[in-house]
């Protein structure tokens, strides 16, 4: 099964009235409202380690001199409390391939080529990255820069010798390694480009008949595609077309999304930051706590300065970010009124097992 394909598909469906941005909200809302109930796991765990961390710490020094004792007396506190230091991370692990599936899809030539100029609010192009050219495609000729890569569409129309009808959808194997610069690429001269036969999914004797295929090629850097028409050349099909130099351009719509994304961030922490505020804490753990709240949003944001992040995936990691606080603050009270439920349960059995003093 093709994820990307029918996350794009889910992805088309949310778009309301045509706004991919929208869709992007709504598939991200969609994915972390699923995940509700790991992020309650994740949080109550994160809970629980902060309570018991003073007499974790206590086992710890007491025990410091013998490891395997201190292994083992760490174990029977776990099982009394009913307790699993591992809880925290697995909603993490499972959230994982989601955000990579998502990170994936949004990055992807399908969703460029389908929605990659769309427009949403202050953002001019959802393909867009902070520096970058973004080329017209199907114009006949190519934007490009010395040292770009370039990539097939999933699917070629290929014809046949002595056949009318061509082949539809022939499937590309390995797009993105299926077309070649021959030579070195010149831009404002015409560029050649092959392909493998073996690169088309197709019986070998139809192999042999190939005379042309329509193939889309899409420059990875501009994420600029155009329909070019390969010649068969013995085993190779090969094809030519004008090019354009592209200069990089800076996007400040992009600049203004890493900004929101480094300020969603730090909300997001200041959020799990709060909920153990009233938790008994080692000096040293929350002096490195805070210093890592500072430093992680200040390394992400300067990550996405250098490696180029198309807007529509910061779009996702904003929108999730901004959910993650939400969670974060509705589970905390909730776990808050739990906490209530049972000190007030506690005291009502101490006041029915308390002795009455009778008066004399």
């Not at 090629?217 to 354009?244: A, C, H, Y």
């Not at 994304?261 to 490195?288: C, G, R």
Request: proline share 4%; hydrophobic share 45%.
């Amino acid at each position: 099964m093709d994820f990307t394909t029918l996350t794009i598909d889910v992805l088309k469906m949310l778009s309301v009235a045509g706004s991919y941005g929208i869709g992007i909200i709504l598939l991200t809302v969609i994915v972390r409202a699923a995940m509700w109930p790991l992020g309650l796991t994740q949080q109550r765990s994160m809970r629980t380690m902060q309570l018991l961390q003073p007499k974790m710490k206590a086992i710890q020094e007491r025990y410091k001199s013998n490891p395997q004792i201190m292994q083992q007396k760490m174990m029977e506190f776990y099982k009394e409390h009913k307790f699993n230091p591992m809880a925290g991370c697995f909603p993490l692990l499972i959230q994982m391939p989601i955000f990579i599936l998502l990170y994936s899809t949004l990055m992807s030539p399908q969703f460029i080529q389908m929605a990659g100029d769309s427009q949403f609010l202050f953002i001019k192009r959802l393909d867009a990255t902070l520096k970058t050219s973004a080329g017209i495609s199907n114009d006949g000729v190519l934007g490009v820069s010395k040292y770009d890569t370039f990539m097939t569409g999933k699917t070629a129309k290929v014809y046949l010798k002595g056949i009318d009808e061509p082949l539809e959808n022939v499937k590309i194997e390995k797009p993105n390694k299926a077309v070649e610069v021959q030579g070195e690429l010149e831009p404002g001269k015409t560029a050649d480009f092959k392909i493998s036969l073996d690169s088309l999914n197709l019986k070998f004797s139809q192999l042999d008949q190939i005379e042309k295929a329509e193939i889309d090629v899409t420059d990875v850097q501009t994420k600029e595609s155009e329909k070019m028409t390969f010649e068969r050349k013995d085993g190779l099909l090969v094809s030519s077309i004008p090019t354009k130099e592209m200069k990089a351009s800076f996007h400040y719509d992009v600049l203004l999304l890493i900004a929101l994304f480094a300020v969603t961030m730090i909300l997001s922490q200041k959020a799990m930051m709060a909920m153990n505020k009233n938790a008994q804490q080692d000096p040293a753990q929350a002096a490195m706590q805070k210093s890592m709240n500072t430093f992680m949003p200040i390394m992400l944001t300067f990550t996405f300065v250098i490696i180029p992040i198309p807007a529509g995936v910061l779009l996702y990691l904003i929108s999730s970010n901004i959910f993650q606080v939400i969670q974060t603050v509705i589970i905390n009270k909730q776990l808050e009124a739990e906490d209530a439920r049972k000190e007030a349960k506690v005291d009502d059995i101490d006041l029915a097992n308390a002795k009455q003093i009778k008066e004399k």
